[in-house]
């Protein structure tokens, strides 16, 4: 199977290109964003013209965390609506028959009930601090599933909770938290400081899954006949935002205080996702949180020493 991995190079891409390049089943298909800019219509038109992937993973997006989507958010809905429109038609127009687009559980209503299953998409108002972002997500997926719908074509979702691993990016304003967390740590212990400011009261209640389970739940679903429409990944694990500080506090070894900036914001209160549908397509997640946080470290430190973090 000839596969087109959009986004290879970031965290998502980067660990499918890893999973999928040990399988001689799977042909990779890749371009940088130098060689092709996914914003450029005529660009994405003439690839798929040309190259005829018989499937494609999209990684491609405008990723941040809170301050990044909050700051940028006119920026994040235009390019990821781009992206995923110019993506999705051209791969259909040019007779791609499978299209794995990547969705995120933070584009459910603020207030899905918990644990948030698919069915609750568009069912509430979103979470205002990366409503662009979102917007353009919901976008991309109803693309797929009304084009499946429209076309019979095998376009589908999966709908990541939050990811870290290795390629996760270390910017000290636009990181996600656990790299975020990490690095400010690792950079107190360096300096020898006694205390350091987590953003947020500390409470809210998040899942987190290692990148290369994702990508894991990417070559199970582009094996199947007839995926889900829309599938949950996450791992099962909640924690709160303080229990994780604390968890990365001791991977790094910083032995200072934990003090929480209740002045910033802290995003939805609880996200937790149901998986049934994806474990009832016989997908499972490995690594658990702890083994996570210190295997990302000691990549973290590798990339450092290296000069080739990514930040
Ligand atoms: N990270 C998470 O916690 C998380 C959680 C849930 C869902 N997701 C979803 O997973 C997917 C991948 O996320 P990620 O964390 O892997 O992001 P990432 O590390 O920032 O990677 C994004 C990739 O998209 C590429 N890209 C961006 N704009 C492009 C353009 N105009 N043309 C071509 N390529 C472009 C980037 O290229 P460059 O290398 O040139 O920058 C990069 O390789 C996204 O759809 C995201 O919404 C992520």
Redesign the pocket.
């Known amino acids: 199977m000839k596969v087109f991995v959009?986004?290879?190079?970031?965290?998502?891409?980067?660990?499918v290109v890893r999973l999928l390049s040990e399988d001689p089943r799977f042909e990779l298909n890749i371009?940088?964003?130098?060689q092709?800019?996914?914003?450029?219509q005529s660009a994405v038109e003439k690839f798929f013209v040309a190259e005829k992937p018989d499937a494609v993973v999209?990684?491609?997006?405008?990723?941040?965390g809170i301050l990044a989507n909050s700051t940028f958010p006119a920026e994040f809905l235009y390019?990821?609506t781009v992206?995923a429109i110019n993506a999705v038609h051209s791969a259909w127009q040019s007779g791609v028959t499978r299209f794995l687009?990547?969705?995120?559980?933070?584009i459910y209503p603020r207030l899905a009930a918990q644990p948030i299953s698919e069915s609750s998409l568009m069912t509430g108002s979103l979470e205002q601090t990366n409503e662009g972002?979102a917007i353009a997500?919901i976008t991309?997926l109803k693309m797929c599933s009304l084009y499946r719908r429209q076309y019979g074509v095998c376009f589908h979702s999966l709908?990541?909770?939050?990811?870290?691993g290795p390629?996760?990016?270390y910017h000290s304003e636009n990181s996600?938290v656990i790299p975020g967390l990490l690095r400010r740590f690792h950079d107190a212990k360096v300096a020898g400081l006694s205390e350091v400011t987590v953003w947020g009261s500390g409470n809210p209640l998040r899942e987190f899954?290692y990148?290369d389970d994702?990508a894991a739940a990417v070559k199970c679903t582009l094996q199947l006949e007839d995926p889900p429409d829309v599938a949950n990944v996450g791992s099962g694990e909640e924690v709160s935002i303080r229990d994780l500080a604390a968890m990365c506090a001791a991977v790094v070894g910083f032995e200072g205080r934990l003090v929480f900036d209740t002045s910033k914001p802290d995003g939805t209160p609880r996200k937790f996702c149901d998986t049934q549908l994806i474990r009832g397509v016989g997908w499972r997640p490995r690594v658990m949180l702890r083994e996570g946080l210190a295997l990302c470290y000691q990549q973290f430190l590798r990339e450092s020493s290296l000069g080739a973090l990514?930040s």
Do not use: I
């Not at 959009?6 to 660990?15: I, L, N, P, Q």
């Not at 092709?36 to 450029?40: E, G, I, Q, V, Y």
């Open positions: 959009a986004g290879h190079r970031g965290m998502v891409g980067s660990a371009r940088s964003r130098d092709l800019d996914l914003t450029n999209f990684c491609a997006a405008r990723v941040g390019e990821n992206m687009y990547l969705g995120s559980t933070c972002y997500k991309g709908m990541p909770t939050n990811l870290y390629g996760d990016n996600h899954l990148v994702l990514r």
